[in-house]
Every structure is written in C-alpha cells, then in structure tokens.
C-alpha cells in the first residue's frame, strides 16, 4: 500500500531522502558526470544523456484545435514540461515500453497527491488534451512509464518503494525544467512571444549564451514553434544535469528556419520569479479537498449584482493574482464554487479566465 505522500512530504522538507526510507545514501561527487567511466548509477543516470523536452502550449493551440481549458490554464512567462527523457550514453532511446514492467504504475497523480511538488507538476507539467485529472494522470502515466522507469537514480534499490521512485524522477524533471529557463534567455534576447516571425538560428544563439553546450531541436505544427529539446547530461552532488553537445534524434515535426513564436496566454509578458522558476510557496498549512466530482459548496444566494462579493477577502478577486488560501473570506460562496469548478483557479493561480468565472459560473456581475 502506497505511505501517505502527505506526511512523507512534510517530513522530506525536513531530512534527507535517504534518512526518510531508511536507506545508507551513496557518496554523489559534484564531479560526477554520467557516461564517463563507472559512476555510481543512484547518483547519475545510467541513461545518462537526459533530453530536456519543454512545450510552448500557445504555439500549439495557434495550430491545432486545443480544449478550451488549455490555454488559460498554461503557466505564464515560461515554458511547461512535456517531459525529461534518459537515453543512452550511445545516443539512442531505451525500450519504448520503458525499462521496469513492474513499476508500470497507473495512479501518479493519486501517488504525487499532496506532496509538496504537486502544485508545481499540475502547474508546469500541463497535458495539451486537457486540464482534468484523468487527462494529466494519463500524461504522467506515459512519462512515467516510458521515461522515469529508465532514469536509474529513481529505481527504488536507491530511494525506496512506496512512492519514493516517482517522487524522485517528477522532482528531479521539475527543477530541470526551472535551471533551464529558456523563456528568459529569448526575452533577454529581444525574442519574445508576440506572435512575430523569428530565425531559428538567433533563437538557438540566445539560449546557448545562456547555457553553453546545450544544443537545441525546435518542433512546429505549421510555422508555430511549440515544442524545445535540449541536450543534457546527468550529473551528480545534486546538480541532476548540466548541458552537454551531441546530436539530438531527428523528428518529422521538426521546425524550418525561422518560427512564430506566438503570444501567450496573458500577452506579451515579461519574466517575473527568475523567469519560470517555481515560485516559493508562502503558505504551508493550506488544506487542500479533495479533488473530487461532489465536491459541496455553498449555495449562491446573494444577488446577481454580486452584494457581499469578496466582502473579507485580502484583495479583490476582479483582479489577476495568486490563489485565495481561504475561500471563506467570501460569504457568496463563489469562489468556493469556481476553486469547485476549476482546479486552477482554486488551487495554483487566480488568472485572468478566473475573474470571468465570477459572472459565469456564479451569475454575479460584481467584476463586470
């Protein structure tokens, strides 16, 4: 039976992962770099050449026809996560089924529920099928097994069962994705997501200034750029991967000389936190439901002129910003009816698409 993940999460911000499974940790060198000679393979990947794949959803939707969730809910000012993906040190991809059958879980999200990367993994790690949970554990699901089954710092002979392996791989391919932040690279650049045309060339120059040796691969649907690759290696001391040049593996989707880099879900919008780096989360006791389809909420039973609306809430939610940790500051009941709603909402940020909800999920006009 799988620990609870919550009070494992509470007591991982507290100890090490080796003292939390009771396990001797190995000696992980800082000057340990997969590939080279007989690394310990619980502290580099023996797959060692990781490939970094991180989406750009509004490129997506801007070519193909997407759920309407998808682009409201894709995280701002930086690239999502499609996934980290060891391949040999010979440069090609392990089994397509992945490397364990037996660790072919079916319930990441119910495996990574509570712990203390779940708002970041909903957040960056975001499907383009849709924002529902059976659409992001069915996501999960397949990075996990094809990709995490293959990432040897994660098997369970080095963090333990219980969950311990997905926590491993999920939070090593988090902080990943948040070292290499290529959204601020392009800005610094003057290559920013405004719909314009841009050479593949400049942009690839733009982020090799940032990380030098990484190379990169662009995939398109059309000309709208909406998909990066970059080539890593696993290394130890806690570091996970630093760049490192080698051919990435070609792909039909591949992208001409130049791109559309298109607008993203809230504009043309600057880099804020560092430029896509997980935001340092500023409440620690909020209790979050659980997610489920009956969740019950509180009647509406104001007014639709919205009386009362937000009447003790810190700030007005007529405005983007961070999520409300106590719906009861409402006594409408509406935003306990929209976090109900939409997941998003409720639980990661209060975006622009939020303030919308206020008159259609709820039938107040307060914010008209």
């Known amino acids: 039976m799988i620990f609870s993940l919550l009070s494992a999460a509470a007591l991982a911000q507290a100890m090490p992962l080796d003292a939390l499974f009771g396990r001797v940790a190995p000696s992980c060198s800082v000057n340990a770099v997969a590939c080279q000679g007989k690394p310990n393979v619980c502290c580099v990947p023996s797959n060692g050449k ?9 490129g997506w939707c801007a070519a193909n026809n997407c759920a309407a969730d998808i682009l409201p809910s894709a995280p701002e000012a930086t690239w999502s996560i499609h996934g980290l993906w060891p391949d040999t040190c010979a440069g090609t991809q392990p089994p397509k089924n992945g490397c364990d059958n037996a660790r072919q879980y079916q319930n990441i999200n119910d495996m990574l529920t509570g712990t203390a990367i779940y708002d970041d993994l909903v957040k960056y790690w975001i499907s383009y099928k849709g924002t529902d949970i059976a659409s992001y554990n069915s996501f999960w699901v397949h990075e996990w097994g094809v990709h995490g089954t293959c990432y040897s710092t994660a098997n369970t002979a080095c963090v333990g069962s219980n969950g311990a392996d997905v926590l491993k791989f999920f939070s090593d391919a988090l902080a990943v994705r948040q070292k290499f932040d290529v959204y601020s690279a392009l800005w610094n650049a003057g290559i920013k997501p405004d719909g314009n045309t841009y050479n593949t060339d400049d942009m690839t120059a733009a982020i090799q200034s940032a990380f030098p040796g990484v190379n990169v691969q662009y995939l398109c649907t059309g000309d709208y750029v909406n998909e990066m690759q970059l080539s890593l290696i696993g290394v130890g001391g806690g570091q996970i ?47 979050i439901p659980p997610k489920t389809t009956d969740v ?19 700030r007005s939610p007529c405005e983007p910003g961070n999520k409300f940790t106590d719906f009861s500051c409402d006594p409408t009941g509406c935003l306990s009816k929209i976090a109900a709603a939409d997941y998003h909402c409720g639980y990661i940020g209060w975006k622009k698409y939020c303030v919308g909800l206020v008159s259609s999920v709820c039938g107040l006009d307060a914010c008209a």
């Open 241 to 287: 991967a630093k760049p490192q040049s080698y051919p990435l593996l070609g792909s039909n989707k591949e992208c001409g000389a130049t791109v559309i880099y298109a607008e993203g879900p809230n504009g043309v919008v600057p880099p804020s936190n560092g430029g896509g780096v997980v935001p340092t989360k500023t409440t620690t006791n909020v209790v």
């Open 296 to 314: 019950v909420v509180p009647p509406v039973t104001t007014p639709s002129s919205g009386a009362g609306f937000a009447a003790n809430c810190p």
């Open 50 to 58: 990781l490939v970094l794949s991180i989406q750009w959803l509004p």
